[in-house]
């Protein structure tokens, strides 16, 4: 057994989950406090560490042209729990990674609950962390106890942020009319354990969307009064705010139609279509994607019973909103995690300022990686910019105020985006000599941007000194 006093991490989720995987795979002791079920969150369902709360999907997982299927790919060589758990977990999502969200939190919590390295404790970490704890990470993500978001405000100084998420309701497979949908990935696509017919389509034509649209504009919703101005996250707008912005959005987001054929009448094409994943191992059950909700219960329920194909359906949950909460990060934290102001603390996951499952995990392994190079006496260099994983923390820590001549915006919530990458310089000409435009260049631009960074994280990983 180590020596090493242990690493506390505060937070059972995603980030904190992935953290201790990191520390504890390096030799170094952790202890877990996970608050559930001691006290429970407006959001959480289960006592699991690694708790999906919103969806099942990891989003894409294509490598080469996908910016977070990139960070995928990257996490994985990194020996991320978090991305071992999804694999073994999978479900059909034509091109994406989708889990099973009970075995996948299931798999975290039994891993790190067999780690002898490991000890989880539930409890509460009210407050400050003990000044005996000489390194922590709080993971606590946009859930945080209003009691440790209070006393991490006091401690720097600053206001912290906050946004709404959402969460989509999910559907009890039975209970849709096959006879109106139909099985079809979207332009037949395969993807990791899927057949390219891995979503539920419900087709609508104009009349019915029009009505579907009214009844969402018109539907009782949800009252934030209290938290008047905290504003949405646009990677996770409710679809009656996503119907405000006009009554086309739908049809050119969660609802567009394009790359999908009804076959019982593949000559007329629908004028939108609503898409369900499957959100179990079993197939019973399936969340409706893009549908995040504030509308009140009763109103939610009779609102889907207007898709084609849902007006018999029975819901496992329906959808739901809740307030996050997140550091500005920039200004509180160095390119290493660390609190400015009492360094011992370091942060992981979504109060970063991150946005989603796996970005929120992919903080969580750097966190974990930071401290345990720290504890081991390594001298860890920073991860390139190049790579998703660099870009991303780069972005937290400040580097996308670089380039703001009028000083620093406000920081808001970031999913990993080739937005975050350095330029390159790419070839934009195709085999025949001929320019490339329009998707092609993008496609042309994005396998030179993975391309570098695979390459780059090669050798870092490579280069990375020994324990002394």
């Not at 020596?3 to 390096?26: K, Y």
């Not at 497979?173 to 139909?182: G, K, L, Q």
């Not at 629908?270 to 009140?296: M, P």
């Not at 360094?343 to 345990?372: H, K, W």
Request: proline share 7%.
């Amino acid at each position: 057994m180590t020596h090493q006093q242990a690493v506390h991490i505060i937070g059972g989720g995603l980030a904190g989950s992935e953290a201790a995987w990191q520390l504890a795979s390096r030799g170094v002791p952790v202890i877990l406090h996970e608050m559930r079920p001691v006290r429970v969150t407006d959001a959480h369902k289960t006592e699991h560490l690694a708790e999906l709360v919103c969806s099942n999907s990891f989003r894409s997982d294509e490598a080469a042209t996908n910016a977070v299927g990139l960070l995928h790919a990257e996490m994985r060589k990194l020996g991320s729990l978090i991305m071992l758990a999804a694999d073994a977990n999978q479900v059909p999502a034509g091109g994406a990674l989708a889990v099973d969200r009970d075995g996948f939190a299931q798999t975290v919590t039994q891993a790190l609950n067999q780690h002898p390295l490991i000890t989880i404790l539930r409890e509460e970490v009210q407050g400050l962390p003990p000044a005996d704890w000489d390194r922590v990470i709080i993971a606590t993500g946009p859930l945080t106890s209003p009691a440790l978001a209070e006393a991490v405000r006091g401690l720097t100084g600053e206001k912290q942020l906050a946004f709404f998420d959402a969460i989509a309701p999910i559907v009890h497979a039975e209970t849709i009319d096959m006879d109106i949908a139909w099985f079809q990935s979207r332009y037949d696509k395969v993807g990791p354990g899927g057949n390219g017919a891995d979503y539920i389509n419900c087709p609508m034509n104009r009349e019915q969307y029009e009505a579907f649209v009214d009844a969402l504009l018109v539907g009782e919703k949800t009252d934030f009064k209290m938290w008047e101005g905290t504003p949405y996250f646009d990677g996770c707008l409710p679809i009656e705010i996503m119907a405000e912005r006009g009554r086309e959005t739908l049809r050119h987001g969660p609802m567009k139609p394009v790359g999908l054929t009804n076959p019982r009448d593949p000559m007329v094409k629908s004028y939108a279509i609503v898409q369900l994943r499957q959100d179990n191992a079993l197939g019973t059950l399936y969340n409706i994607v893009g549908f995040q909700t504030k509308l009140k219960y009763a109103e939610q329920a009779k609102v889907l019973r207007m898709i084609p194909g849902l007006q018999n359906a029975e819901f496992a949950r329906l959808g739901g909103l809740h307030r996050n909460t997140y550091l500005n990060s920039p200004n509180l934290l160095d390119h290493t995690l660390q609190l400015k102001a009492q360094p011992r603390l370091r942060f992981a996951g979504q109060i970063t300022g991150c946005e989603g499952y796996v970005e929120s995990a992919a903080i969580g392994l750097a966190a974990g990686t930071f401290t345990a190079a720290e504890r081991t006496g390594v001298a860890l260099p920073p991860f390139p910019v190049t790579t998703a994983l660099g870009a991303l923390i780069n972005h937290i820590t400040g580097g996308h105020i670089e380039t703001i001549d009028a000083g620093p915006p406000s920081f808001q919530p970031m999913n990993v985006n080739f937005g975050l990458f350095p330029p390159i310089a790419f070839d934009k000409n195709d085999a025949n000599g001929k320019r490339l435009k329009g998707p092609e260049k993008s496609a042309a631009r994005k396998r030179a941007l993975t391309s570098r960074a695979a390459f780059d994280l090669d050798h870092w990983i490579a280069e990375l000194p020994s324990a002394p």
